[in-house]
């Protein structure tokens, strides 16, 4: 029934980020873009996940892609971010004789982020720090992982996150990103096992357009 319900809820996830970005898009083509802003994204992953017998945040992996922001003439706005997102796990052995661990899962991942902005800088006319609050659809499409049966993880994941923003100018800005899944990544029958359960920190790099 659990996984029934994690399934719906990944569906309907989907979907709503799909007719999001079908809107935004479409109104952006409209001609009414004026509090539309796009920015293009670079950073990196530090990704752990629960379950694998390791501690800590040592698998690093690439993070990339685009955010459609819609801000408004108050400090808040809205966004959906459509990246491609490296996760995973890295566990290293004591012993130097043995080879690292690693779990990688690649995923495309579409964030929808609420965002309250402060800080304003007038002469430049943009507002400098931000929190950020959110949910993610994320779809995997590559998988990496001696010792576990592919087919048993999942092929949808729902997570969500929590970050803060700075802007040195009204175009180059820095981020600090936690994103959590709500749910195990793996499916698993052995009671023993307690499954896996992904997470990590992003530091991304935000240009402006």
Known sequence: ????????????????????????????????????????????????????????????????????????????????????????????????KIPNFKIKLNYFEFPVVFSIRDWFVEEKSYYKVRADVGVSYGYIFGIEAPGYDETNFKTHDVSYLVGAGINFTKRFGMSLRYTSSFSKVYKTDNVEDTGLLSYFLTLRSEYSF
């Open 1 to 96: 029934m659990l996984d029934l319900f994690q399934i719906q809820i990944s569906i309907d996830m989907s979907r709503i980020v799909t007719l999001v970005f079908i809107f935004l898009t479409g109104f952006i083509l409209d001609g009414n873009s004026q509090g539309f802003k796009a920015i293009g994204i670079v950073g990196l992953n530090a990704s752990q996940i629960d379950g694998d017998d390791s501690y800590g945040f040592h698998k690093l992996g690439w993070s990339a892609g685009a955010r459609l922001s819609y801000a408004t003439e108050k400090s808040y706005d809205l966004s959906l971010e459509m990246l491609y997102s490296q996760r995973g796990s890295l566990v290293k052995p004591l012993d130097d």
